[in-house]
C-alpha cells in the first residue's frame, strides 16, 4: 500500500471483477511507445491515439505509479510531470493537475495534490475535489470502499512503524472499517487484505476476519484467487508467491519469485528473472521468456503487454505476437 514500496506489488504482477477491473467495461484501447512518447492502440494494432503523452496509465512493469489505465471511459495521462484524463478519442477531459491519479470507479479518481500536502483525495469526472486531500495514501474505490491511512506522519514507509493506521472510507469520506490493521489493500468479491501485526489475513465489509492472519504477503482477489506470499530463504528475494481460493485455502503453492493476478484465466509469474503465463492449475502455459511482462494485471481483451529483446510487445494467449514496437 505505501506508495514508495509499490514496486514491490507492481514487479511483473481482466476478466471481471477484480481489484482493477472494476469499471474495465470501457477498455479497448492498449498504450504503446514511440519515439519517446505514449499513445494507443485498438486490439487490431491500429493507432487511435497517437503517441503524445509523456506517461500513460498501467504499462511499466517496474514503475512505482500507483496509475491504472482505462475505467468508466477515461485514462490517466501525463504532461510535463502532471497527470490528468483523456477519453478515448485523445480529447483532454481533465486537464492536467496532479502528482499522482488513480482509476475512475462510481465516478470518483483517486489523486493526489502537492497543494495538499502531498496527501491523496478523490475527485469527480469533471475534476472537482469531492474528498478532501487528507490521507497519507488510499486505494482506488472498490465495492464502495477505499482503503486508506491515516498517520499524523506520513514518512517514507507509513507501515514501517507497525501502528495500525490503516482503515476503509466510503463514498462520503466517513471511516466505516476503523483503521486497525497494519496494511490494507482494495475489497473484490466483498473480501480485502489487511495485515495485522506482522501477517496478512482477509476481512468481509464488516471488518471481520475471515481468512486468518497467516501470510507475509496479500493481495486482492482478481478471478476468484488472490495471490500471497512467504518469506523467502534466499536473502535476494522478498518473498515466494503462490494463489489461494476465497476460502483461504491454497490452491497453487508458493514457488515463484513473483507473480501477477489472475486475468482471463491467466496469471504473469516470474522464476530466475524469467516471465511467463501460468493457468489455474499452475501449469506454465506460456514460456517464461520475457524480461518483463505488464503489472499487475495480465490479459486484457485476450492480449498482454510484454518486454523482450528491450522492445515492448503484445501477445495473445497463444502466446503469439500481434504487435510489437519499432
Known sequence: MPRRIAFIIWIAMLSLPNAWGQGQESFKLFPVHENGKWGYIDRTGKVIIKPQFDEVGSHFPLSTSRTPGWFEGLAAVQIGGKWGYIDQTGKMVIKPQFTSAGRFSDGLARVEIIEGGGLDGFIDRVGDIVIKPQFCTASDFSEGLSAVTTNQDCGDFPDDSGIPTHGFIDKNGEMVIPANFTSSWMFVSGLAPVKIGSK????????????????????SFSDGMARVGISSTNPDEFYKFG???????????????????FSEGLAAVTSANHHGYIDRRGQVVIELQFQAVQGPESFHRGIALVWKDGKAAYIDKAGKYIWKAK
Open 200 to 219: 496478512y489475513g482477509y476481512i468481509n465489509k464488516q471488518g471481520r476476519v475471515v481468512v486468518p492472519p497467516q501470510f507475509d504477503f496479500a493481495e
Open 243 to 261: 494463489y489461494i481460493d476465497a476460502g483461504g485455502r491454497v490452491v497453487i503453492e508458493p514457488r515463484f519469485d513473483d507473480a501477477g493476478n
